[in-house]
């Protein structure tokens, strides 16, 4: 039996999401959007259905407003929800995107309670910590997208400075989704290379300071709307992750108990992604400078939390 892939909200981020868990092969896959936007849904998955004899995959798509089709979902990816607009920060989707959050994590407890949930909507550490309060689902269930993205960004942005391939950069971006993100160039490598040896260090300053406001320069580009291509693969590649138990290890926004001293809070870090779910969160031992700058992430995250009073 093919797994299955719930995708609450539709739009711009869940129409790519559904495309590459198709073509990946990941599962069956049901949209589920509001009941104003049932068609556009369906039309949208029937186009995917109708993609695949040119897409070479297998895979039934569907688009609806009722939450029973999700029910026997192995994963849930919610981008429902506002995405900003020019100008906005993150934090301005607070208010409009608790208000959407709440009643799906609802609905998600009740019709499938035992998926693995990847939360995607903005402000992402928030609105995971108020999806996981609301569910009570086991830590290892629940995460944010956050950390895949900033870190493919981080990828990105040095495989372009340096003019080599993006396979060869490794690295990791810790911390929230957000301008006080912590890019780790002490801690990257291209090709097995220390990027600090090969990068001079006003360069990578420039980097780290274009990966913290990466997604704002796309929000500008854009106009209206948010970045949608790389969230959507970042979301993907952390429910493969689950789906095959690859036990990747994938920079997200898992609950800290403890780890990096940092306690009740999702906040991006490094964490194995297999079966289990969130499976491990891996410590790295941080020099002065990045623990300052680790603080002051959390700091951040703490303050759009308290904000949510839940
Ligand atoms: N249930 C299901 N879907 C909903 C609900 C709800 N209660 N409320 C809104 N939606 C749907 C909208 O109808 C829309 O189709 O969520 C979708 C959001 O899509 P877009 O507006 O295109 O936004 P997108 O670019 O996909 O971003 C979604 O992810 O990265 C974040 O900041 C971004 O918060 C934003 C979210």
Redesign the pocket.
Known sequence: MRKKIAL???????QIQAMLAAQRELGDVVI???PD?EN??KGKALDLMEMAPHGNYDANLTGT?NYQDIAGADVVII??????KPGMS?ED?LST?IG?IK??AENVKKVVPKAFCII???P?DAMVYVFHKVTGFPKNQVCGMAGALDTARWRSFIAMELGVSVEDVSGTVLGGHGPTMVPLPRLTTVGGVPLTEIMDPLTVKKVVTRTREAGTEIVKLLGN????FS?SWSSIVMAESYLKDKKRIITCAALCEGEYGIHGLFIGVPARIGSGGVEKIYEIKLNGEEKASLAQTVEAVKKTVSECQI
């Open positions: 609450i909200g539709g739009g711009q981020i869940g589920l959007d509001i936007l556009r849904v407003s981008t429902a929800g506002m995405p900003r993150r989707l995107n959407i009643p799906i995607v909507t903005n992402l709307g948010s970045a949608f969230p």
